[in-house]
């Protein structure tokens, strides 16, 4: 049953991820909260949140509704990753993607494209 996740995100690293080169934090239970996080911005640092350490090549699977974000990186080296998600058709994404296409790229994709992309 996927009721309670109707987005999945997934974030592969590709540089190791620590607290002092950006890695990924979460807000632990915040995908059951019914405000957003433009309600909530102004205390949102003092919630407790869990930072996403790991090696090159570890796999974050998330619940894609749960509050997550990058932290400063303070380093001068890169901190890369190949991020992505599966949001289900008829749940709403937390930005409007069709917006973001452009129109030749849009032209340029197949009707099968634009069936999975939902565009």
Known sequence: QTDGWPM????LMID????????????PGSHK?????????????????IVANGPAGSIIIY???IWHGH??????RAR????GAYIRRDAQAGCNQNALIRP???R???????YLLDV
Do not use: C, Y
């Open 108 to 114: 340029r994709i197949t009707p099968l494209a634009r």
């Open 33 to 49: 909260w019914p405000k957003t996080p433009a309600d909530h911005i102004r205390s949102l640092h003092e919630e407790p949140q």
């Open 71 to 76: 932290s400063a990186n303070e380093t001068m």
């Open 80 to 83: 890369r990753s190949i991020q």
């Open 8 to 11: 999945i995100g997934f974030i």
């Open 104 to 106: 030749e790229t849009f």
């Open 63 to 65: 619940n894609g509704s």
């Open 16 to 27: 190791p991820f620590r607290e002092t080169n950006g890695a990924t934090r979460f807000v």
